[in-house]
């Protein structure tokens, strides 16, 4: 992504992080904090180490005249602008789609929100976060434990994570459309829809025809006797995928139930509705992950390919072969924490192309100087702006 340059207004996770997936594949991506509090997200352990990676910080006060100037002159450099507000945030600021185009014509403006830009006025101007965007998206209303335990929010934090998701590969979409025709897109990226979308046959089944899918907790459905988690007799969980007649055929045979005559006819899975052969097998996987370790019922699945995994803790994925042979954990300098950071690498991986890690999240206001040399302003104007309190510097405690 070299030579795209993106400028990101926005706090917390869903917009910054669909900017930042473009600075790990090498755009120039300037993050804008309000001068009025640095992004709370600061204070969220080290995510800030990971979630603004290889981006630039200008910390400015978008709402005076002075700092809607440096926007507008920013909007003029850039190919995408994301944003993060309420719904039709900027289009009561008066910098709405057709304004910001007569400043660059091929602008791709990404609009993240909770409810859209459009649509009900009173859903529009609501305020949402990871948890109101799964509600209202229905993705809550099908996790968590059965009646009576109450529905669960997927952590964490997957609605932002999945808008974050969308709002990068529309803007993506939107900029290779840009460059062919030099004309801008506006995209409306809404948690709850992004949240509708994810969700298989559930929404579409019970729209047509179906009723609301009740929450199955560890099962992947209400008619398996099979969970997907089991519990092993070194305390630790595996995840199994059983399904297909080959599959189940082979799990038989390993358990000792090849010959079973309640196994004899042709079967794909095991149901509650199955009678005595559900029952057996549930008890046969049961006791055979009882008698093992997670990692010994995880080789003795995988070895005859039975679908399964460890259910990795944060220090198995460290230490796993897999993890350390892609180098899926890397560490990186940090510039708030001033010590190397170990996390996630960069994911995906480009083969003729592969994104680096230059530096972690910057520290508040860190690159404004630089940022506003490039724009034009001298020594003497930079100094203004900060007795002005348009634009701020200095990094916020952090909890180390």
Known sequence: MNGVRVVCVGTNIAGPVAATLFAEQGADVIQIESTLAPDMFRTMGKAWAVEHRNTRALAMNVRTP????????LISTCDILIEA?????????GLGDDVLWEINPKLVVVHVSGYGQTGDPSYVSRASFDTIGQAFGGYMAVNGMPEPLPPLPVKPYTCDYVTALFAA???????????LTGEGESVDVAQYEAMARIQGNFLIDAL????????????????TIMPNVMKCGDGNYVSLGIGGAAVCRRLEEL????????????????????GPRGQKMFDAVRDFCARRSAEEVNDALNSINVPCSVI???????????????????????PVFGKGVEGVNIVPSFARNPGRIFRGGPTYGMDNDDILAELGF????IASLYRKGVIKNGSKEVSQ
């Not at 001298?378 to 104007?381: F, L, N, P, R, Y």
């Open 66 to 73: 002075e700092g809607e100037d440096i926007l507008k002159r």
């Open 312 to 334: 990795m803790t944060f220090e198995m994925m460290r230490d796993n072969a897999q993890y350390q042979a892609r180098q899926t954990i890397t560490t990186w300098d940090d």
């Open 85 to 93: 507000s309420k719904g039709g945030t900027w289009a009561r600021w």
């Open 169 to 179: 590969l529309s803007a993506a979409m939107a900029l290779f459309k840009a460059r």
């Open 378 to 381: 001298g020594e003497s104007d």
């Open 208 to 223: 047509n025809g179906g009723s609301q899918p009740e929450r199955t907790g560890e099962y992947g459905n209400t008619l």
């Open 255 to 274: 358990l000792g139930l090849a010959d079973d005559p309640d196994f004899a006819e042709p079967h794909a899975g095991f149901k509650k509705a199955d």
